[in-house]
Structures are given as C-alpha cells and as structure tokens.
C-alpha cells in the first residue's frame, strides 16, 4: 500500500498556523527559504532537476492569499500553473504572476515551467496575464461529481493529518510513548512577538519586523495539549526560522512542583 509521496527525510520549515494571513511575512521568507534548497538540490541532483516538482499552493485565492500564490510562483520560477476549477483566479494569475506576493513567488523560486489551473477559470486568466511569458498556464476542470470541501471538511483533514503523524495508518501504524523532561533541558520560543509603537524606541533606532522576531517564552500551563517543532539550533536567535524541524511533540501535562513536562514523542 502506497500512502502519498516518500516522506522519508523531508524538509520541514515550521510556520506554526493554519493559513498564511496569520503571518504573512513568515511564510513568504519560509517560501522563498524552501524554493532555494529546491534550486540548490536540483543544481546538485541531476535526477531531481530532470524530475521536476508539483508545488500546492493554499486554497486562499483572493486578496493576500492570491499575492502568496503569486509570490510563491516567483520565488520558485516555475513555468507550468494550473487552475482548478477557479475562472477569476485563472484570470488574474494571468494578469499578475509577475507581481503577486504568493503563487508568483513560489513559481519563480522553483523556476517552474508549468502551471495547472484546476477548474478555476478567473485564476488561469490573470496568471496568463502575469507570469513570464514562458511559464505554461492550464486551465483545467474538475471531475464530473467532486466538490469543494467545507470548512468542517478541511478542519477534519486537517485533525486527520496530524492523528496521522503520530499514530500512522491501519496499514502503517506508529506506537507513540510519552516521556518527562525537565524545563532546564529545553528552551522554547515562538515567532512573531507585538509590534512596538515609534514612540517606544530609541531616538534613530529602526522598527524591527516584529512578525519574524524570534524571542523565548517561558513554561508555562498554557502549553499543555499543544505542539511544538524541534529544531537542532543550541540557542534562541534568527536561525530558528530557516532552521529544518526534525520532528514534532505534544505537550501532554505540564507540572510545576516538581518542574517538568510530559511529550508525546513519535518514532515512525
């Protein structure tokens, strides 16, 4: 039984919400980070460079989540874009690619040479309209009978997925175990911290892009039945954003007398 493509060694950014308008400048940084491993392993793997790659874009298609598909066609050059079932955004990627922060951007990046539309006439208009001249813009229909998913349906995928990541499939299961670990063998952060008025800083400093700002946060209970990335940097500073996660845990309990916390942990 095949489940989806080969997971094994993936690369993983950690952007840690479920739709890019939450922050958009992390996951604009993050696209353009993953579309230049993809060109360095491509210049590096002849292999991977004939086989090509499929990018999917989010199913935000207006306003800022159209300028994330367009910024996405652009960080990853890409020369194909395919609509599904989407005339106004086929339209306007038409009009647009070139400039658009998301899906022009991820097309550069991969430098792609095809774009298929799926059943989404608007968005192969304006990507013929906005992509470079070479890049491929399909409009394509969906299948007779497939609907648009609720969003009760993609809040369940969602769930699905992560159920997924650490327990596996009936075909494929995975045994999880729970361990303690201290609050001195770890550091958390977060990114993204509030924006500090002009009036607050010093005289001649710089505001600082406070939505890719990475600062510490200290246990606390709040953390409980939540998940966090672990990443392999030995300290708290701007590397943790182009950082690769190594995996991902569950805060199942945290106590404080004594000082520890409970992670689910999954080996698969």
């Not at 598909?69 to 890409?78: G, L, P």
């Not at 361990?179 to 710089?206: A, M, Q, R």
């Not at 990475?214 to 672990?230: G, K, L, Y």
Request: proline content about 6%; overall charge negative.
């Amino acid at each position: 039984v095949v489940e989806g493509f080969d997971r094994s060694k993936p690369l993983v950014y950690n952007f840690g919400h479920i739709s890019p308008g939450e922050n958009l400048p992390l996951y604009d940084l993050l696209v353009k980070e993953l579309a230049d491993s993809v060109t360095l392993r491509c210049a590096t793997h002849p292999e991977a460079n004939l086989g090509g790659l499929v990018i999917n874009t989010c199913g935000w298609v207006t306003g800022e989540g159209y300028a994330c598909i367009v910024a996405a066609a652009e960080a990853f050059e890409v020369d194909v874009v395919i609509v599904l079932d989407h005339e106004r955004l086929y339209n306007e990627l038409q009009r647009d690619l070139p400039t658009y922060a998301c899906i022009v951007a991820a097309a550069e990046a991969f430098e792609v040479d095809v774009v298929i539309v799926l059943d989404h006439e608007r968005l192969y208009n304006e990507l013929q309209r906005d992509l470079p001249t070479f890049v491929k813009i399909l409009h394509q229909p969906k299948s007779g009978g497939v609907e648009t998913r609720t969003r009760q349906c993609r809040i369940a995928a969602r769930s699905a997925s992560i159920h997924r990541y650490f327990y596996g499939v009936h075909s494929n299961p995975y045994f999880p175990f729970t361990f303690e670990l201290n609050f001195s063998d770890v550091i958390f952060c977060k990114i993204g911290t509030e924006k500090l008025p002009e009036s607050c800083l010093p005289f001649g400093s710089k505001v600082e892009d406070h939505q890719t700002k990475v600062v510490t946060i200290n246990p606390s209970a709040d953390m409980a039945h939540r998940m966090f990335a672990v990443t392999p940097c030995p300290t708290v500073s701007q590397a943790v954003l182009k950082a690769s996660v190594l995996g991902f845990v569950v805060i199942t309990e945290v106590s404080r007398q004594p000082s520890f916390f409970i992670l689910l942990f999954s080996i698969f």
